[in-house]
């Protein structure tokens, strides 16, 4: 199965400097790469997602690239700010061939943006 | 739109006991919802995949007989976690994909259920 492994587990970071969360992922048949953002009780949060027939996407201050040959990807978050701070997940998902597409999550960075 | 619920939102049981999770997608239909468990500050780990109107497919390393899955309509899904013990302790999140966004690669997550067993 998957497996997807993310670094670092903690991160802190100023305010207004930019924080990098990478992972990296088994099957190279994985073509759905979320990310999600979690607050302490509560879901996770889409924050932005790629697939793999793109290399990298951009919405405002936060970015994703993806490298398929390397099978790694990673999260880009720019002017950090306070609101920030929280648990950031990655996730790969199965191909959709048959299969139920399954999400498997890296496990997790605790970005703190101090100010 | 693609909104789903998760009642309760917290539970304190004897240990023992059984509770019961509902996940419901409110403005769409799920033929596939997810049951996720996650321990303090860790990850979300897979428990089982739900599907509607069949039996549901456990991860391994989880006992299908203590956590029960039924998935009888496209918008309800359920998790019965019978004869609880401190250890099954933990934050239950379920997940439903939506096939009109995003082609369905797009999970939305519960809110999740606190589960307190004493």
């Known amino acids: 199965g998957e497996n997807v492994e993310q670094h670092p587990s903690t991160l802190s970071v100023q305010e207004g400097d930019s924080a990098v969360i990478k992972c990296t992922y088994s099957?190279?048949?994985?073509?759905?790469f979320p990310w999600y953002k979690q607050e302490l009780g509560k879901r996770p949060q889409l924050i932005i997602d790629?697939?793999?027939?793109?290399g990298e996407k951009k919405d405002q201050r936060i970015a994703v690239t993806l490298n398929k040959t390397a099978k790694h990807f990673s999260l880009h978050i720019t002017e950090t700010q306070p609101e920030d701070s929280a648990v950031y997940f990655c996730?790969?998902?199965?191909?959709?061939?048959?299969?139920?597409?399954?999400?498997?999550f890296g496990s997790g960075t605790q970005l703190t943006v101090l100010p | 739109g693609a909104v789903v619920s998760q009642h309760p939102s917290w539970v304190i049981c004897k240990s023992g006991t059984s509770v019961k999770i509902e996940c419901r997608s409110l403005?769409?239909?799920?033929?596939?919802m997810f049951w996720y468990r996650q321990f303090p500050k860790q990850s979300l780990m897979l428990m089982a995949t739900?599907?509607?109107?069949?039996?549901?497919?456990?991860e391994q390393g989880v006992e299908k007989d203590k956590f029960l899955i039924n998935h009888a309509s496209l918008t309800l899904s359920t998790l019965t976690v019978t004869s609880a013990h401190p250890e099954d302790s933990s934050f239950y999140i379920c997940?439903?994909?939506?096939?009109?966004?995003?082609?369905?690669?797009?999970?939305?997550f519960g809110p999740g259920t606190r589960l307190t067993v004493l």
């Open positions: 997940s439903a994909r939506d096939l009109e966004t995003s082609g369905g690669a797009e999970q939305f």
């Open positions: 099957d190279s048949a994985s073509n759905y």
């Open positions: 790629i697939r793999s027939n793109v």
């Open positions: 996730a790969a998902q199965d191909p959709p061939t048959g299969s139920a597409r399954q999400l498997t």
């Open positions: 403005d769409f239909q799920a033929t596939t």
């Open positions: 739900s599907n509607e109107g069949s039996k549901a497919t456990y």
